[in-house]
């Protein structure tokens, strides 16, 4: 069983610079886990505004659900209902 995308994409970037976003994107596609679990990616060239507060309370009403394992860096923000 495959431990995820991870791995798989850290050695499949392995060696190779990130010297533009279609290499990143290009790098991110081809990645294949043994199982069959591929990695998909697109480049979102919108921009958006800096600077934008969100309120404590903005913050409180996200359904977010941390991981066990470093909840600060894993999470799953899921649609409220």
């Given amino acids: 069983m495959d431990n995820g995308l991870f791995s798989f994409i850290s050695q499949n970037w392995r060696g190779r610079p990130w010297v533009n976003h279609k290499v990143f994107v290009n790098l991110f596609v ?30 409180k009403a996200l359904n977010i659900k941390r991981d066990e394992f470093h909840e600060e860096w894993n999470y799953t923000i899921s649609p409220t209902q």
């Fill in 30 to 59: 081809g990645t294949k886990t043994k199982s069959g679990l591929e990695a998909s990616c697109q480049l979102d060239t919108n921009t958006y505004p800096k600077g934008i507060k969100i309120s404590d309370t903005e913050m």
